[in-house]
């Protein structure tokens, strides 16, 4: 039976009310259906609660845990769990973004969560207590939970890798799903951006029917969000919008074609099919004050949010098979469909691409101006780059639960598997085969019939094997034959990719717990169990891209399995009861042994202490270890390069933080400048690198391990009705970090941080001395420390002019610390209050209700934030130096706070319907210009409210 004291039903209470439009908090985990099941005097009811294995009476425990219900949902006006995660207060940057649209392979499409800002695969996400299948990345994809079968959703945040295993390192989010539903209820939402962009529709039906023996729940959903353009918002229009930028805000290289002749890069009279050099061409004009000239603003075809749609089962159901055993299983299946798209291929003849090393417009083309081999670039405009990602995930569970008693002890037990797949197709469509754009730019000639045609006419290429290309023809050219908009060219030199993918998870587990005997403070109760998992995955990028023959960045397959056993026992022990100043005090225990085929065994511990010193507040404290196991893609996975964006040179002569330095000059000259694409130099001490640079796995990796320390209180004063307040200050310590590293990284160790074994690891072109091969890899090396306070507050008055409530919840990131090596010489770089590491994220919900009339206003607010100064007119700190970058000055801007303010108003109709019109970004707020791009490939922070957002909800019952 739950202890009957004020602080307990405080807590239920804070549950019963729920957030205003923000989220609702308990300093303890919420019992699953407890506010809805009674207790019988001759049987005491145990109840799952997050965080533990050990059903118990009682839903305080010492861990904090956060819940969402689902009135808290339908509050905010969000369509998926991951909308609503990412609004949490201890919520940190979304993994890739969906303004990240330069983001590849196979977790592009899907929903992460993120706590503390530790990354995707340091959350561990459960359904109903079970895991959600993973990637080969260790990723966990949201998007295949459709919302209409959430009942709430638990936010462990603490370690809990002594009760779930590898990756509960920064916390757990643990979604419950609907059980035991009777009758029919039909949602439908859509809404859409002030701009009249960015439409979201969403429909679900839920059903089920309950009796004696058991009962079936089922949900079907349909999820649609519509794309918006970069070109549609004055933040991503332009790469630097708010500045007059020529040489960052348009590229040389566009979609009008251009080559190089007697030391000048000269364009088409666009758009025509241009083959007199004297009179059809141009020296090639950069944009300036006067115009945009002969370049390309490439962010006016990209999006800035990718579309996305999501079809969805869900069946649960229990049934009795006698009087304490009975049979659970819960299946879902979701097909998901992602696409993004960004600007056509920069394709550029001098580039390397697999074994073509550079090629020409050859001199014997028909299509030469000038009848000598010449450079030439043209962007694939007529083309643009898209990815079509589509994923179906199928999860099943099912478990035997039951209970039995011995003599006076009570005693639970459950037994059963889980099984995940999904299947993923990417198709892509955009890069240039190169082969056969060499050989379209190869000879050519005007055949008897009138039609161009490859090689000469001694040697003649048949048209079934070559289409000739003129790469000179602009965009807008039409359907003029050989140029980028016939369809044959297309045909010929874009092919369509196919990357696919296919991981399996299997679970098998065995649990059982119960009273062990009773001590003079109460029963001392426990859990053991065991688990067997087996983790199967691969992915494999499309043939050609894996040969390099195609401007796409070339990737390996990634291919491997693991599996692991584990087992784990679990201890609460009461040891003071009843006593002044000790209402309550008890200790729990847990220790979990795991090993895994790929790399080991580990032993994870934790400690938890409960003190109620008075009936009115709860204090409590954790310790515990945790660790986060190696992925297939960590241990297995195919090497892949990539166009490094934001990338900073420390020696670069004009913006270089270590320009000058004795180390720089010894690779570099004092005037060198860093190139960006297009080999021209920066205009900005961040840019596109101009070559891939090569990323890779390593088979040998060991375990991330952490420690992670909680101490904090809730507290109902008795003064105070209806008032809760839970604090709770957390500290995590990573270490070993799996470290996916970075070129910025290893750069600035080598020449800032001084480092030699940083420098060994890339190399610069002896001519241009850019950084031109530069390889990095996973490896065991580092150590990350964060450490901050959680508080939040929940206050209900009722008036005869109607219910008002409050909901504040706030998380200050004391700290956050961190460094890729384990040279002890090395310091820890701070993030707090840097890029996406928002010191302060805090949510104020403010709500009235007067009978079937309500509304809910929140207010969001992340605090300033610094970043790398990219213009001396535009630096706060041009003096900036610190303890951590070995005192060399490097300016910094600051950038203020932002707010976001939603409103929404509900009506309960008569007809068992609820009706909700809102605005998310009432004010259409937006956030700061940012160059470095966090979270996304704009300057903009890709966690931030795009546009002012209204919607209309309609919730009817049958």
Request: one cysteine or more; glycine letters at 10%.
């Amino acid at each position: 039976m739950f202890t009957n004291n004020k602080l307990s039903k405080a807590v239920r209470l804070a549950v019963a009310f729920g957030a205003v439009s923000t989220v609702a908090f308990t300093g303890a985990a919420f019992a699953q259906d407890a506010a809805q099941k009674e207790e019988s005097a001759e049987k005491v009811e145990r109840i799952d609660v997050t965080g533990s294995r050990i059903r118990q009476t009682d839903i305080e425990t010492a861990q904090p845990v956060f819940t969402l219900d689902r009135m808290d949902i339908a509050n905010q006006g969000f369509t998926s769990v991951t909308d609503i995660l990412q609004n949490m207060s201890s919520t940190g940057a979304p993994p890739i973004s969906r303004s990240a649209v330069l983001s590849s392979g196979e977790n592009v499409g899907g929903n992460y969560a993120n706590l503390r800002n530790l990354g995707a695969n340091r959350t561990l996400v459960l359904v109903n207590g079970k895991r959600l299948g993973i990637t080969t990345s260790g990723l966990q994809d949201l998007s295949a939970i459709p919302m209409s079968m959430v009942e709430r959703v638990d936010v462990l945040k603490d370690g809990a890798s002594t009760i779930y295993g590898s990756d509960a390192m920064a916390g757990v989010v643990n979604i419950i799903t609907r059980k035991d539903f009777e009758g029919l209820e039909l949602i439908a939402y859509t809404g859409e951006y002030d701009q009249g962009d960015g439409a979201k529709t969403n429909i679900s039906l839920v059903g089920g029917v309950a009796g004696e023996k058991g009962s079936i729940t089922w949900g079907a959903e349909w999820r649609d969000e519509e794309e918006v353009w970069a070109k549609d918002r004055e933040f991503s229009k332009l790469g630097r919008p708010d500045r007059d930028d020529y040489a960052s805000n348009y590229t040389l290289v566009g979609q009008y074609g251009r080559f190089s002749y007697n030391g000048q890069w000269w364009v088409a009279d666009r758009p025509g099919a241009a083959s007199d050099f004297a009179n059809d061409f141009h020296v090639q004009q950069a944009a300036s004050a006067s115009g945009q000239g002969d370049t390309t603003n490439t962010n006016d075809t990209m999006h800035v949010l990718s579309p996305l749609s999501a079809r969805s089962l869900y069946l649960s159901s229990n049934y009795s098979l006698a009087e304490n055993i009975k049979f659970t299983s819960d299946i879902g299946f979701t097909n998901r469909s992602s696409t993004r798209q960004i600007a056509g291929y920069p394709l550029q003849s001098a580039s390397t691409f697999g074994a073509v090393s550079g090629w020409y417009l050859d001199a014997n083309s028909y299509f030469n101006p000038v009848d000598t081999n010449v450079r030439f670039t043209r962007r694939g405009w007529e083309v643009p780059r898209t990815t079509e990602s589509k994923q179906d995930t199928l999860r099943a569970t099912a478990a035997l639960e039951g209970s039995f008693d011995i003599g006076e002890r009570y005693f639970d037990w459950d037994v059963g598997g889980v099984y995940s797949q999904s299947t993923t197709l990417q198709i892509g469509r955009g890069d240039f085969h190169v082969p056969n754009t060499v050989l379209a730019t190869g000879p050519s000639f005007m055949n008897a019939q009138g039609i161009v045609q490859c090689g000469t006419a001694a040697s003649p290429i048949p048209l079934t094997r070559c289409v000739p290309w003129n790469p000179l023809a602009g965009y807008g050219a039409g359907t003029t034959a050989n140029s980028l908009e016939d369809p044959a060219v297309q045909a010929f030199l874009f092919p369509t990719s196919h990357a696919r993918g296919e991981t399996t998870s299997s679970i098998f587990f065995a649990n059982i717990g119960g009273l062990l005997f009773t001590l003079p403070a109460g029963d001392v109760t426990f859990a053991v169990g065991t688990e067997h998992r087996k983790e199967d995955g691969a992915f494999s990028p499309d043939a050609l891209a894996q040969s390099g023959m195609t401007t796409t960045l070339a990737a390996g397959p990634t291919k491997g399995t693991y599996d692991l056993d584990e087992y784990y026992a679990e201890l609460n022990v009461p040891i003071i009861s009843e006593m002044e100043f000790a209402q309550e005090v008890s200790l729990s225990l847990a220790s979990r042994y795991s090993d895994y085929s790929s790399f080991g065994d580990t032993t994870n511990s934790k400690i938890g202490l409960k003190w109620k010193p008075i009936d009115s507040l709860l204090v409590r404290a954790t310790a515990s270890e945790g660790f986060r196991a190696p992925t297939i893609s960590n241990l297995y996975g195919g090497g892949s390069q990539s166009f490094v964006t934001g990338f900073i040179d420390p020696c670069d002569s004009v913006y270089g933080v270590a320009k000058g330095t004795a180390r720089c000059l010894q690779d570099v000259p004092a005037d060198y400048r860093q190139l960006q694409q297009g080999f021209i130099p920066t205009t900005g001490p961040a840019a596109q690198t101009p070559v891939p640079f090569n990323s890779g796995s390593n088979p040998l990796l060991q375990p991330e391990t952490s420690e992670t320390t909680t101490v904090g209180f809730v507290w109902s004063p008795e003064f105070v009705e209806n008032l809760n307040v839970v604090f709770d200050w957390w500290n995590i310590k990573i270490e070993d970090t799996m470290v996916t590293d970075s070129a910025n990284a290893i750069v600035d160790d080598c020449y800032v941080g001084l480092i030699e074994s940083r420098c060994a690891m890339f190399s610069r072109d002896p001519v241009n001395h850019i950084v031109s091969n530069l390889t990095y890899g996973l490896r065991n090396a580092g150590i990350t420390k964060t450490a901050g306070f959680d508080l939040g507050l929940a206050y209900k008055y009722e008036t005869e002019f109607g219910t008002f409530g409050t909901n504040w919840n706030t998380t200050y990131t004391d700290k956050y610390d961190s460094k890729s090596t384990n040279d002890p010489e090395a310091l820890l770089t701070p993030s707090v209050g840097y890029g996406s590491t928002f010191r302060v994220r805090s949510n104020l919900g403010l709500s009235w209700n007067l009978g079937d009339f309500g509304v809910n206003w929140t207010m969001r607010y992340y605090s300033s934030t610094k970043e790398r100064c990219y213009y001396t007119d535009k630096c706060s700190l041009p003096d900036f130096k610190a303890d951590w970058t070995n005192d060399v000055v490097t300016p910094y801007n600051r950038y203020g706070s932002t707010t976001f303010n939603d409103v929404q108003f509900s009506y309960h109709a008569p007809w068992e319907a609820r009706i909700s019109v809102g605005a998310n970004n009432v004010f259409e707020k937006y956030g700061p210009i940012m160059y470095s791009q966090p979270s996304s490939n704009f300057a903009y922070y890709g966690g931030f409210d795009i546009g002012r957002f209204f919607y209309v909800r309609y919730e009817q019952k049958f």
